[in-house]
Structure formats: C-alpha cells, structure tokens
C-alpha cells in the first residue's frame, strides 16, 4: 500500500485537475482520508479561499485548506477552551509551509501571473499535492492523524 503522504499528494492533485480549487481540494482529500466525519457539503466552505482568497493573490487556498483542518481536528467548540494550542498548530504548520514553499501568499507562490494559465494551474497542482503531503507529515508527527 502507498505510503498515506503519497496517497494525499494524488488525491489533492487529482481535485485540483478535476476543477476543486487548492482550499477546497485540501479539504476535499482530509474529509476522505479521516473517513467523512463531515457533510460533503464542508467543501463549500473553502470555496473563496482558492487564488489566495478569490483570486486576490493573498494567502495560498491549499494553506488556508489546510489551517481548516487542524482547526476541525484541534479547534474549540466553546470559549472556556483555549485557543492557543490550535494556535500553536496553525503557526507552526504556517511556517513549515513558508520554508518548503518559501512564501505563504500565492501572487508570490505563483510566477504565471495569468490565472488559470496551464502553467499557472500546473504549478497550483504541484503546490496543492505538495501542501497535502506536507499537512499528512504534520499531522503524524503531531499525533494528530485521525486515520
């Protein structure tokens, strides 16, 4: 069986290639990979966070994507908890993403600046499968997994 960060990598790609944008295909992929424990319809919720928020270049959708994750596995449901631990996790996984990728805002991430340009987009699929790997990683490491 394929090592799980490889099956994460195809399968935030593939979504990318069949059309979900990087937020949606990261939130898309964990779904399926921690068994559904959301409604299908969670994807809508990244919508607006593909091209950097809507296409404003800002945040990179595939680390949006994947900060929603580590909040649906560590966020809070009520403020007597404490947010800082899913804090912690978001900073941390910000900048491990900044030091693989070397930005975290997609104007930046992405050199073709005609949007949804073949070049543009094979590069937002490499970013994407690259950011599922990477969450995969993290979230092993974090004893987080919630295969």
């Not at 399968?11 to 959301?38: H, Q, R, W």
């Not at 910000?94 to 104007?107: E, I, P, S, Y």
């Not at 991430?109 to 950011?131: A, M």
């Amino acid at each position: 069986m394929e090592e799980l960060s490889i099956i994460a990598y195809k399968k935030a790609g593939d979504y990318f290639k069949e059309g979900f944008n990087c937020a949606e295909s990261i939130v898309k992929t964990f779904n399926e990979l921690c068994y559904n424990p959301m409604e299908a319809e969670i994807v809508r919720i990244a919508t607006g966070f593909g091209g950097g928020l809507g296409h404003a270049g800002c945040m990179c959708g595939a680390l949006a994507g994947s900060i929603m994750i580590l909040g649906i596995l560590k966020g809070r449901n009520n403020i007597t908890e404490s947010k800082e631990p899913t804090y912690e996790l978001t900073k941390e996984f910000h900048d491990r993403f900044k030091l693989k990728f070397g930005a975290t805002c997609c104007r930046i991430l992405n050199p073709y600046k005609k949007l949804d340009s073949p070049e543009h987009l094979q590069n937002c699929v490499k970013i994407t499968g690259n950011t599922a790997k990477l969450l995969i990683e993290f979230l092993k490491e974090k004893n987080l997994d919630c295969l």
